[in-house]
């Protein structure tokens, strides 16, 4: 007959120990690949949203590409940007009480400002030789009371 040991409950055997860490294991490594596919499933959907983007910005620009060759819009963009008249035509402007002109007007864009080009040796050069010279003295403050007498 079989003896009973009293108050022995579930043990954890040497087989299930091993078994319980293979699994805690596995689950270690398959958590960063599974976090590595999300990461790149979601670079994915964005990579996606913004084809849909740029295909939508690039039809928008073909439609506007397409207008220009349109003799027609041509003319209008002239009239409304630079304030052009046909000739034949009389082009009124719209004068305020105030004397200012009311609604768009059309100004012509400023020319780009020219921009000269400093390599990186020039610009580190120039602050070497700034460097190296004493600062400059700050100039003393007026007196106060001289200021107000000189009133």
């Known amino acids: 007959m079989a003896t009973a040991s009293a108050g022995t409950g579930p043990q954890l055997t040497t087989r299930a120990i091993v078994l319980l860490s293979v699994v805690l294991l596995l689950i270690a490594s398959y958590t960063s690949t599974l976090h590595a596919w999300w990461e790149q499933r979601a670079d994915i959907?964005?990579?996606?949203?913004e084809i849909v983007m740029r295909k939508q910005q690039i039809a928008g620009l073909?439609?506007?590409?397409a207008r220009w060759n349109d003799p027609a819009y041509v003319?209008?963009?002239a009239k409304e940007r630079f304030g052009w008249v046909i000739p034949g035509e009389v082009g009124y402007r719209v004068i305020g009480s105030?004397?200012?002109v009311k609604g768009n007007v059309p100004t012509l864009e400023a020319p780009p400002i020219a921009t000269t080009r400093t390599e990186?040796?020039?610009k580190l050069w120039g602050s070497v030789k700034e460097s190296g010279k004493t600062p400059k003295a700050p100039e003393?403050?007026?007196d106060p009371d001289k200021v107000l007498k000189k009133k």
Do not use: L, N
């Not at 959907?45 to 949203?49: G, P």
């Not at 073909?62 to 590409?65: E, L, M, R």
């Open 75 to 77: 003319k209008q963009q």
């Open 62 to 65: 073909k439609d506007q590409k």
């Open 120 to 122: 990186w040796y020039d």
């Open 140 to 142: 003393p403050e007026p």
């Open 45 to 49: 959907q964005s990579t996606r949203a």
């Open 98 to 100: 105030d004397g200012t």
